[in-house]
């Protein structure tokens, strides 16, 4: 069991916009950054967002990230089949002193 | 070109120990947090442990904690992951992983292609 809550899965079609949440408590999202992980099949995680909201050089400004309180959120617009992968959230938790990750979340475009 | 290139996995029978060594290139290692991090198959991403910059501070996830130490060889371009008392729930792929330069303990830019442990009696 994930510190932090993701869905499963969320799909969409192309074209559109899909958000992915993530949950977790004032010891982690709360009070540290976020980051956000896109692993496409078969091949190794790739950083979207780190800092809550910014992106590395090079990706794209159809991703975005978004923080309030205790949950974070990875937006995606514009929505690619190439976008279909596993998206993972990162941050510090205070409490139990570790990096935690969410489970994951399946994309789907449809 | 930042690269890192994992080896050492194999399979290896419960309880036993393996050593994971990582060769990074293409930047200044000596200023990075290094992580592992480990993917158990058809699994998500499980954070296992990081190292500052200067060994001074090493944090591991509460499933390896006495069982695993994280280190490094900054003379040799170089990240340490030894296991001891392995089992069964240890198998997955693991990758050696960069840190973002800042304070964002969780941010990792740069991944290597990892190496597969599998502890199987």
């Known amino acids: 069991q994930s510190v932090l809550t993701q869905p499963p899965s969320v799909s969409a079609a192309p074209g559109q916009m899909v958000t992915i949440s993530c949950s977790g408590t004032s010891s982690n999202i709360g009070n540290n950054y976020v980051s956000w992980y896109q692993q496409l099949p078969g091949t190794v995680p790739k950083l979207l967002i780190f800092d809550d909201n910014k992106r590395p050089s090079g990706i794209p400004d159809r991703f975005s990230g978004s923080k309030s309180g205790t949950s974070a959120t990875l937006g995606i617009t514009g929505l690619q089949t190439g976008d279909e992968a596993d998206y993972y959230c990162a941050t510090w938790d205070s409490r139990l002193i570790v990096v935690v990750f969410g489970g994951g979340t399946k994309l789907t475009v449809l | 070109q930042v690269h890192l290139v994992e080896s050492g996995g194999g399979v290896v029978q419960p309880g036993r120990s393996l050593r994971l060594s990582c060769a990074a290139s293409?930047?200044?290692?000596?200023?990075?947090?290094m992580h592992w991090v480990r993917q158990a198959p058809g699994k998500g991403l499980e954070w296992v442990a990081l190292?500052?910059?200067?060994?001074?501070?090493?944090y591991y996830a509460d499933s390896v904690k006495g069982r695993f130490t994280i280190s490094r060889d900054n003379s040799n371009n170089s990240l340490y992951l030894e296991m001891n008392s392995l089992r069964t729930e240890d198998t997955a792929l693991y990758y050696c992983a960069r840190a973002i330069l800042g304070e964002s303990l969780d941010a990792i830019d740069h991944w290597g292609q990892g190496t597969v442990v599998t502890v199987s009696s």
């Open positions: 293409g930047f200044d290692f000596s200023n990075y947090v």
């Open positions: 190292i500052s910059f200067d060994s001074t501070i090493k």
